[in-house]
């Protein structure tokens, strides 16, 4: 038995005009409400000290890096990692990260009980565009804001357990949780902030969104044989509405915990990493079963290429 419990910390909308004093503070909250229930790691959302400003088009690069941190933690952070050290409480969360070298990542870090940072990532996936599209009804800037990341997809070790990282769109690309299977990884979290309708196709709305976005989660936990926490930013941000729908996923693939507002909502929920076992030794125990000489397009081709004689 590996057993601990983790609280999914969905959070309602942030506002543009919301500081990060508040947003911390709203953190801490849900950090003490996860801590009366007995929670020993809180995930929380993807950018989850700021606005989902890749919604909006800027040109000034001081707009832009007004949303970056750049030392994690730094004074106006501190607070929340003094209190989960204070709790004794492993915790993880995403931030915009602006390097001392100029680069900027869409970031998601570990913090372990003794206020550590244990795992870092970079999302590697950003969805969207980068210039102006005025066929939208709202824009996603990702590609303008963040460059790729370059970590890979690490794992790390901590509370008795191997963990790995994401971030919203990497939830969709099985490849994600492949690496990290790979590796052994035993528990994922990811934080997501996903606009509730699409701003391309008016006919899909948000029931179909929360399809997909717990179908993707469900698959890449049973076909790796690892928990997945899933944690929302939502709510309307400033008019623009993003989707909850936390869910708290088991290694067979079954929810076993999912929000059911857009607010601020915890789910809590006893995990044991001995659950991954069994599916890893039988199933997708990958060293039995992978015949990865019939696998070479994954890496060697970006898009599709037809054969030639198709
Ligand atoms: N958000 C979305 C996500 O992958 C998106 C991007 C929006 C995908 C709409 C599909 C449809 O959940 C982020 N931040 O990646």
């Keep these: 038995m590996r057993n601990f419990s983790v609280a999914a ?34 995930v929380y959302p993807e950018l989850a000290l700021t606005t989902f400003f890749p919604r909006y ?39 915009a ?18 206020g550590s940072i244990v795992g870092k990532y970079r999302k590697v996936h950003l969805p969207g565009h980068t210039e102006f599209d005025p066929k939208r009804t709202h824009q996603h800037l990702e590609k303008r804001y ?49 606009p509730s309708t699409n701003s391309q196709k ?12 717990s179908l993707v989660m469900q698959a890449g936990a049973y076909q790796n044989s690892t928990w997945v926490i899933g944690v929302a930013k939502a709510g309307i941000e400033d008019g623009h509405p993003l989707f909850g729908g936390s869910v708290i996923v088991n290694p067979d693939g079954e929810i076993v915990a999912q929000a059911s507002t857009d607010g601020d909502e915890l789910l809590v929920h006893s995990c044991d990493l001995d659950d991954t076992v069994f599916g890893k030794k039988t199933m997708f125990d990958f060293v039995r079963h992978r015949q990865i000489k019939h696998y070479t397009r994954i890496t060697s081709q970006v898009g599709v290429e037809l054969p030639k004689d198709l």
């Design 9 to 42: 910390a969905q959070m309602g909308p942030i506002q543009k005009n919301d500081s990060r004093e508040t947003v911390i503070s709203r953190m801490i909250e849900l950090m003490d409400q996860a801590q009366k229930e007995g929670a020993d790691f809180i």
């Design 57 to 95: 088009y800027m040109e000034d690069q001081n707009d832009v890096d007004f949303w970056f941190e750049t030392d994690m933690p730094s004074k106006k952070t501190n607070p929340l990692f003094e209190h989960a050290k204070s709790l004794g409480m492993a915790m993880s969360f995403g931030y």
């Design 97 to 114: 990260e602006l390097t001392p070298e100029g680069r900027h990542f869409n970031t998601s870090i570990h913090v372990d009980k003794t």
């Design 146 to 194: 963040f460059e790729p990341g370059d970590l890979g997809f690490p794992v790390y070790r901590t509370l008795d357990g191997i963990f790995g990282l994401c971030i919203c769109n990497d939830r969709r690309w099985p490849e994600t949780y492949r690496v990290m299977g790979l590796q052994g990884v035993e528990m994922i979290t990811l934080g997501y902030n996903t």
């Design 202 to 213: 008016s006919t899909e709305g948000p029931e179909k969104r929360m399809f997909h976005s």
